[in-house]
């Protein structure tokens, strides 16, 4: 059973820094990709960041490119989000995301951690 456990978020003024974690485990991740995504108060949730487990490839949303930097250990099957230079608008429930890699006419395996509070004041 795939378990996705994140921790990191918090309180931060803008301008501020926080790192987002989270581990995965359940079975072997090589053809996936993992990463997180954010729902503001009354918002949909959207993409933040993505990565790729075989290659490190990466994708970052607009709103975010430049000010965080998404990675990952293979040995620990974690991925982290590093968030500088926060914003109130980066203020939303971050959800770690995982999803198998197929082809379009495949069904995908998706995961969803549990979603973590990250909230910038002005």
């Known amino acids: 059973q795939v378990q996705l456990v994140e921790s990191g978020g918090g309180v931060v003024q803008a301008g501020g820094s926080l790192r987002l974690s989270c581990a995965a485990s359940g079975r072997t991740f090589s053809n996936y990709a993992m990463g997180w995504f954010r729902q503001p108060p009354g918002k949909e949730r959207g993409v933040v960041a993505m990565i790729r487990w075989s290659d490190g490839g990466t994708y970052y949303g607009d709103s975010v490119k430049g000010r965080f930097t998404i990675s990952r250990d293979n040995t620990k099957d974690t991925v982290y989000l590093q968030m500088n230079n926060l914003k109130p608008e980066d203020t939303a429930v971050y959800y770690c995301?995982?999803?198998?890699?197929?082809?379009?006419?495949?069904?995908?395996?998706?995961?969803w951690g549990q979603g973590t509070q990250v909230t910038v004041s002005s």
């Open positions: 995301h995982l999803h198998s890699i197929v082809p379009p006419t495949a069904t995908r395996d998706d995961f």
